[in-house]
């Protein structure tokens, strides 16, 4: 291959997203889907669904397709998709936004939480608080931005914040507080008391709260309290959400971002010059879903915690430790308790001793602290319910 000069490279290079070669380093989902398709293991892995969502969404792309709504969707995405965002915050949170100002369509959460932290982010000397382990995207794209990660830890089994730690992390410094409630890799619903330390600390440093809700309709016996409800919350605050998740539609890439109309804005403004615009004919699929009966999104969550608790079960008998998620696609397993020393060595190994894919832990968290997540390992619960048992079954292969 011919050499590229280092000096063309520094942005990427300098935010860690290439690998010693110069290569993307690919990310740990790819790496893992590619692993399971090569060695035919069940991906538990990559957390996508394996079946199609509700018919009447997928009947509506069709029929948008077929009526032509394949051109560019004006840039804040088309007013109906805006509306029925408005109207689920309403229905769900009591939230009342304005639609025409308070919402932005994204090409999934992926390019809101990017828009919104290079928006946002001034230079080097911001900081941004995220809970570790954290979605790999994000300390991708605050390298990118430029500011610096400062990381609240989340500890096995329970997941959730120390209050004196997160008071510890954030400082004047802090431009954003970063929250991904329910939790992706561990499967954490934040309490009501951490959501409102999160405020406090927000208004006395005068901090930005950017979340991340996508799992929003998927908790077990739990409802998801969006932090923009709080008191004090909503004047400093971008939520984020797709319909990825809650519409097994994760390949669709429809996303949005709320909050006060001037804070919308300035996420505009980036957003435009990523993608622009995009998904015109899956947008007003989206907006079917949104308006969706109740039933629908209790339904969901349901089917999804009944999964959770088989898999939980698989995952036992196997001989793992296993933690109790009340959210998300995920549950996370202590796989110390079958001899691993490195979550790593152990989910490349998975394949071959069980015909099982997985995701270590340590693909969520920095270089300085690995070494406290070195033994837990992420499954996916979105699949079907064979598959589960299936994987199940392969899983005892490793009590023997
Ligand atoms: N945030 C979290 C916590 C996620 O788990 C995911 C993907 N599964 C995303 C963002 C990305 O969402 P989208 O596909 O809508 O970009
Ligand atoms: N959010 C999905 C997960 O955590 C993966 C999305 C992706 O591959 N970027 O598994």
């Known amino acids: 291959m011919q050499d ?43 957390g996508f669904p394996d079946e199609d969502g509700p018919a009447a969404v997928l009947e509506a792309a069709r029929e948008a ?3 032509g709504v394949n051109q560019y969707p004006p840039g804040r995405g088309f007013p109906d998709l805006l509306a029925a965002v408005a109207e689920h915050q309403a229905r769900f949170y009591g939230l009342r936004l304005d639609p025409e100002r308070d919402i932005l369509i994204t090409a999934g959460a992926t390019e809101a ?17 995220v809970f570790e382990p954290y979605y790999d995207s994000y300390a991708a794209c605050v390298a990118l931005a430029g ?5 609240v830890p989340l500890r096995w089994p329970d997941f959730q914040p120390d209050l ?47 979340t991340d809700e996508v799992y929003e309709h998927l908790t077990f016996g739990t409802t998801h309290t969006p932090i923009a409800t709080l008191p004090g919350a909503w004047e400093r605050t971008l939520t984020i959400s797709s319909g990825g998740k809650t519409f097994s539609t994760t390949g669709w890439k429809i996303g949005w971002i709320s ?31 949104l308006r969706l009966p109740d039933a629908f999104f209790d339904g969901i969550a ?4 009944h999964k959770r608790d088989l898999l939980g079960a698989g995952l036992c008998a196997a001989g793992f430790d296993v933690s109790e998620p009340q959210g998300s696609y995920f549950t996370v397993v202590d796989a110390a308790t079958l001899g691993a020393t490195d979550a790593g060595d152990f989910c490349r190994a998975l394949p071959s001793r069980a015909g099982v894919v997985a995701i270590p832990l340590t693909a969520f968290v920095g270089p ?19 598959v589960l048992e299936d994987a199940a079954s392969r899983l005892l292969a490793l009590a023997d």
């Open 164 to 210: 004196d730690e997160l008071r510890r992390a954030v400082t004047d410094r802090t431009r954003i507080i970063l929250v991904n409630d329910p939790h992706n890799p561990t499967g954490a619903v934040f309490g009501r008391d951490v959501l409102e330390e999160i405020v406090r600390l927000a208004e006395r440093h005068d901090a930005v709260i950017v």
């Open 65 to 67: 397709i077929a009526q």
């Open 302 to 305: 349901a089917t999804l915690q």
């Open 147 to 151: 500011a610096r990660l400062v990381t």
């Open 113 to 129: 939480l990017a828009s919104a932290l290079l928006a946002l982010i001034d230079g080097t000397d911001d900081e941004v608080v």
């Open 4 to 46: 590229i000069p280092g000096a063309w490279l520094r942005t990427a290079r300098g935010a860690g997203l290439l690998g010693p070669n110069g290569s993307p380093a690919p990310t740990i989902f790819a790496e893992m889907s590619a692993l399971a398709a090569r060695t035919g293991a069940i991906n538990l892995g990559q």
């Open 259 to 289: 909050g006060p109309a001037p804070l919308v804005d300035a996420v505009l403004a980036v957003k435009q010059f990523l993608t622009y615009v995009n998904g015109a004919p899956f947008q007003p699929a989206i907006a079917t879903g």
């Open 368 to 386: 300085e602290h690995r070494q406290d997540y070195a033994t837990l390992v992420r499954f996916a619960a979105c699949k079907r319910v064979k």
